[in-house]
């Protein structure tokens, strides 16, 4: 998982770090090679990731950190576990941000279930779009019961744009929807409209990036609520 954008600007680890550096009047490339690293590049990047919060490829780093530092290895685990729990904080408030802004948004609609979860291949789905594909909108003045009917006309409607094709594209052939009622309701049903299965919470989706050259595509891949 990414490391949030909202995690404060100095971590306690990069406080520790830069402090001691100061210190000892070692700069960034000779800390690294101190800490073990022999590719001085490579180590840095390490540094960086480090010092931004992201602390799932540092461990060799942080092995290499208390000699570098002339500190005591509790003291840099601290730091760690301090920087750890200060980025599972912004995570958590970047999630419940998101959550209010979704529930804010959200307005009754369907996804379509497929037999592909994941799009084959996966840059047609970046280029036309998830939502293009996958989700149905409601006509809402047409009311809650009309919500199935338009789910399973919306399936036919996307189906007839490519005429002849029994396939989406990139996820195959349609083998259900699911029609979200409200952000904690949802129903699955089968091609003939028959309900399933009652669903928790509303069927979503999650960001996948990808990446062309330095430019980056966001797509959104169906995710199970479960």
Same mark, same amino acid.
């Given at each position: 998982?990414?490391?949030?954008?909202?995690?404060?600007? @100095?971590?306690?680890?990069?406080?520790?770090?830069?402090?001691?550096?100061? /210190?000892?009047? !070692?700069?960034?490339?000779?800390?690294?090679?101190?800490?073990?690293?022999?590719?001085?590049?490579?180590? *840095? =990047?390490?540094?960086?990731?480090?010092?931004?919060?992201?602390?799932?490829?540092?461990?060799?780093? $942080?092995?290499?950190?208390?000699?570098? !530092?002339?500190?005591?290895?509790? #003291?840099?685990?601290?730091?760690? @576990?301090?920087?750890?729990?200060?980025?599972?904080?912004?995570?958590? =408030?970047?999630?419940?941000? @998101?959550?209010?802004?979704?529930? &804010?948004?959200?307005?009754?609609?369907?996804?379509? !279930?497929?037999?592909?979860?994941?799009?084959?291949? %996966?840059?047609?789905?970046? %280029?036309?779009?998830?939502?293009?594909?996958?989700?149905?909108? %409601?006509?809402?003045?047409?009311? =809650?019961?009309?919500?199935?009917?338009?789910?399973?006309?919306? $399936?036919? *409607?996307?189906?007839? %744009? /490519?005429?002849?094709?029994?396939? *989406?594209?990139?996820?195959?052939?349609?083998?259900?929807?699911?029609?979200?009622?409200?952000?904690?309701?949802?129903?699955?049903?089968?091609? @003939?409209?028959? &309900?399933?299965? $009652? #669903?928790?919470?509303?069927?979503?989706?999650?960001?996948?990036?990808?990446?062309?050259?330095?430019?980056?595509?966001? #797509?959104?891949?169906?995710?199970?609520?479960?």
């Amino acid at each position: 998982m990414a490391v949030p954008s909202s995690l404060h600007s @100095e971590a306690p680890i990069e406080t520790l770090v830069s402090n001691r550096c100061r /210190k000892f009047g !070692l700069s960034k490339a000779e800390l690294v090679r101190q800490a073990g690293y022999q590719n001085v590049a490579k180590g *840095l =990047r390490r540094l960086h990731e480090l010092c931004s919060g992201d602390l799932s490829k540092s461990a060799v780093l $942080i092995r290499g950190l208390p000699g570098a !530092l002339a500190l005591a290895p509790d #003291l840099v685990s601290a730091a760690v @576990e301090e920087t750890r729990q200060q980025v599972e904080q912004a995570r958590h =408030r970047a999630w419940a941000e @998101e959550d209010a802004r979704w529930r &804010a948004a959200f307005k009754p609609h369907a996804i379509i !279930l497929t037999e592909r979860s994941r799009p084959e291949p %996966f840059f047609v789905a970046a %280029f036309i779009g998830v939502d293009r594909i996958l989700r149905v909108d %409601f006509d809402l003045t047409a009311g =809650r019961a009309s919500f199935v009917h338009q789910a399973l006309n919306g $399936i036919r *409607l996307k189906l007839a %744009f /490519k005429s002849g094709s029994d396939a *989406l594209p990139a996820y195959g052939r349609p083998t259900g929807v699911i029609v979200n009622y409200t952000p904690d309701r949802a129903v699955r049903f089968d091609l @003939e409209g028959n &309900a399933l299965e $009652i #669903l928790p919470r509303a069927y979503r989706a999650v960001d996948v990036q990808l990446w062309i050259g330095k430019n980056r595509l966001q #797509l959104q891949a169906a995710q199970d609520p479960s």
